[in-house]
């Protein structure tokens, strides 16, 4: 499907739209642009991109809609690893049972974006592309050990760790004609995970820091932990030597505390109109204490019983 869209949708002047229904059609598209004038933007949900197109941040000449790609859609299982397709919308991820225990972080991340008429259209994949730093499901995906797979035009498709994924303020490591197909996040039995935001309002509001964790623990004692923070950087951050300190210990909250402060000297967030830097600085310990002890009181499993509780 190819058709002009004017001017009346947007900013600037009209642009090429189209829509493949499938990773070959896309390519034949993407191949016959190369070396051409025209720049392709990719459409999912539009939440993100219709908004700045009208805003006249970005420009358009041609808008590749993805919804109708099947290789990007629907849930894959496969025996040590789930996919889920880039074109999920958000609403679909608070419920979804793929996720498992160890999942509630996205679920949580899940809930927590926009609105319910956003969550409907937003998609997982549009909420990595802007490389946006507050981007919710971004810090839950890297307490979840994520990996992206990437579909290019010549076929040479690659799977990132999604820690790999940002490259700074607004940048990603996407090539121009690269499309995220799917989120494959590891089977991780035993562990446990949570996700907490501050953000201006209660809803509607993009984060001003989020904090996402996920932890394992073997006879009592933390075995493996991730951290990770949304608003603490020009980039999501793992703060891993806050992680390194829980390790080997066994669940407090004085261990948690500590785990927040080391999370807050590395971060290096900016003021903006959301919020100053200051404040970020000081919302950083208390959201990673909070969902460290949230994640810790998950842990459920046999092994995990005597730590239910934390001291
Ligand atoms: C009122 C409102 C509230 C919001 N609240 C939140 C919030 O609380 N938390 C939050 O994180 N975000 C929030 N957002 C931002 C937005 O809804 C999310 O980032 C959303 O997930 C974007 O997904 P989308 O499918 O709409 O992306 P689109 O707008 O379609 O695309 C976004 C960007 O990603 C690129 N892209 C999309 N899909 C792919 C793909 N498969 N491969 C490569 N590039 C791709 C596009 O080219 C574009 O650059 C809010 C937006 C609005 C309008």
């Known amino acids: 499907m190819s058709q002009t869209v004017g001017p009346a949708a947007c900013q600037g002047d009209s642009f090429g739209y189209e829509a493949p229904g499938s990773l070959e059609e896309l390519a034949a598209i993407l191949r016959s642009e190369a070396g051409g004038e025209r720049t392709p933007l990719f459409l999912a949900g539009g939440t993100d991109l219709w908004v700045d197109l009208r805003s006249g941040k970005k420009q358009a000449n041609l808008v590749i809609d993805l919804k109708q790609l099947p290789e990007l859609s629907g849930v894959r299982e496969r025996e040590d690893e789930t996919g889920l397709g880039a074109l999920l919308p958000i609403h679909s991820l608070e419920s979804l049972p793929a996720l498992g225990r160890e999942g509630q972080a996205l679920r949580e991340a899940a809930s927590a974006l926009g609105s319910y008429q956003v969550r409907n259209r937003a998609t997982l994949g549009g909420n990595l592309g802007n490389g946006a730093p507050t981007a919710d499901m971004a810090a839950a995906l890297i307490a979840l050990d994520a990996v992206l797979e990437l579909w290019r035009p ?62 394992k623990t073997v006879k009592g004692v933390i075995a493996d932990a991730r951290v990770a923070l949304g608003g603490a950087g020009a980039t999501p951050l793992r703060p891993v030597g806050a992680e390194a300190a829980l390790v080997g210990q066994k669940p407090s909250m004085a261990i948690f505390r500590r785990a927040g402060e080391l999370a807050a000297e590395v971060s290096d967030p900016r003021g903006s109109g959301r919020a100053s830097r200051e404040y970020r600085l000081s919302l950083i310990p208390v959201l990673t204490e909070r969902a460290l002890t949230l994640a810790a009181e998950r842990l459920t499993s046999q092994d995990d019983k005597k730590v239910a509780r934390v001291k």
């Open 154 to 215: 010549d076929g040479s498709g690659r799977r990132v760790a999604v820690t790999d994924f940002w490259r700074g303020a607004g940048k990603t490591c996407l090539g121009p004609q690269e499309v995220i197909c799917r989120v494959w996040l590891p089977r991780r039995v035993g562990w446990s995970s949570a996700f907490l935001k501050q953000g201006p309002r209660r809803a509607m509001d993009i984060a001003i820091v989020n904090a996402a964790v996920s932890l």
